[in-house]
């Protein structure tokens, strides 16, 4: 038996040298080649359990660096949130900056405020960080973004002023429909506003932007209001009316402008 | 490995150099150098479980495991290299073939395979 096994063992050194000294040769070659035909079906199916073990088998040993890496990543995540939230603010002012040189260029002297407190129960009126100090005075006109009215002061103190919302139901625009030209008087409801006193024979066009129209002398003249959402007419009224939608909903901004003169 | 524990010496060395001839087909190595490594490796591992591993118990298993791992690896460096020296192939680093995780992992699977191969045929 053991003298089997030696000749067993010189026998297949002996081929194994002949492939390795003859590893160019033709025959050689082909039997390479042929084996690994066979072979593909086998290494295409330990493919992938293959680079599954090489997966965990990797992430077994190194547990400790990925727990490290883990840590950093988490730090650098905390970091970057940090900066996009700063990031946000920045682009929020370069917004708002711009909105009032934009305003300026116009001839409309603002002053930017921020909006520090809200009256939440009915949005009537909210209350701004500029005051007396800053040049606000009662009677002022307040916009948002987009030349769009939100209100008038009619409060201020040293540091502080209350801005009344057109939501008010003491508050009172004289309006005008962009293209049809068709005037009226945007009146406050508490929650929401109508454009009112519009004469019986005319009827504004859904969609129609309303503007002030300064007829008033209260409020300044141009500034965008809403747009009109669905006009209504009965019979046993004088006037015709119409519900708006509001370009500046007064729950949504935290900074406005306070026009401390307008041309 | 498992031929040689249970002294079937003349299977154990051919199927062994089939196995290396298999391998040898996908590898980056000369073609016949693999076969040849599991060949004499195989020999050597005879030769110890005559000497050495005389039972099949548990820990004889493991050892037989762990030193039939380090001796595949010693054995194909070596043989590379010798084939090297007469201009067959390069010249291999002795590390290349111990300090990875390869190793490591092939130590312990061996290892259990070893067990679950031996506890399935109920020799221990």
Not at chain 1, 25 to 37: P, T
Not at chain 1, 59 to 85: D, G, P, V
Not at chain 1, 174 to 190: P, Q
């Given at each position: ?263 | ?105 092939e130590l312990i699977f061996t290892a259990l395979l070893m067990l679950a191969i031996f506890k399935i045929k109920n020799k221990i």
């Amino acid at each position: 038996m053991r003298n089997n096994s030696l000749a067993i063992f010189f026998i297949l050194l002996l081929t194994s040298l002949v492939f390795i000294f003859f590893n160019q040769s033709r025959a050689v070659l082909l039997l390479k080649q042929s084996v690994n035909e066979i072979l593909k079906p086998i290494e295409i199916a330990f493919a992938k359990p293959k680079s599954w073990l090489s997966f965990w088998q990797s992430a077994f040993f190194n547990i400790k660096n990925i727990k490290e890496s883990n840590n950093r990543l988490i730090l650098e995540n905390l970091n970057l949130n940090e900066k996009l939230a700063k990031l946000s603010q920045l682009e929020e002012e370069n917004s708002l900056l711009r909105e009032k040189l934009n305003l300026s260029q116009k001839s409309i002297n603002t002053s930017l405020a921020r909006v520090i407190g809200r009256d939440f129960q009915n949005n009537r009126s909210f209350l701004i960080d500029k005051g007396t100090n800053d040049g606000i005075n009662a009677g002022m006109t307040v916009i948002s973004k987009g030349e769009t009215i939100v209100g008038r002061v009619i409060d201020a103190s040293a540091n502080t002023a209350k801005v009344q919302t057109i939501l008010d139901a003491q508050s009172r625009i004289a309006a005008i429909a962009e293209k049809s030209k068709i005037s009226g008087l945007v009146r406050g409801l508490g929650s929401d506003a109508i454009f009112d006193l519009i004469a019986k024979d005319k009827n504004p066009e859904a969609g129609e932007l309303i503007i002030s129209s300064g007829t008033d002398g209260i409020w300044p003249r141009g500034f965008v209001i809403g747009k009109i959402k669905e006009a209504k007419s009965k019979d046993n009224q004088v006037f015709n009316t119409a519900d708006i939608e509001l370009s500046a909903d007064p729950r949504d901004f935290d900074s406005v402008f306070v026009i401390l003169n307008s041309q | 490995m498992y031929l040689a524990l249970t002294k079937n010496n003349s299977k154990a060395l051919f199927f062994a150099w089939l196995g290396g001839i298999l391998t040898g087909a996908s590898s980056f190595s000369i073609f016949g150098i693999s076969g040849a490594v599991f060949l004499i490796f195989t020999a050597v591992f005879i030769v110890l479980c005559e000497t050495v591993f005389l039972n099949l118990k548990t820990g004889t298993i493991l050892f037989a495991s762990a030193i039939g791992v380090t001796l595949y690896h010693f054995t194909n460096w070596a043989t590379i290299n010798i084939f090297a020296f007469f201009k067959i192939g390069v010249f291999e680093n002795f590390g290349f073939y111990f300090a990875n995780l390869g190793f490591l992992s092939e130590l312990i699977f061996t290892a259990l395979l070893m067990l679950a191969i031996f506890k399935i045929k109920n020799k221990i």
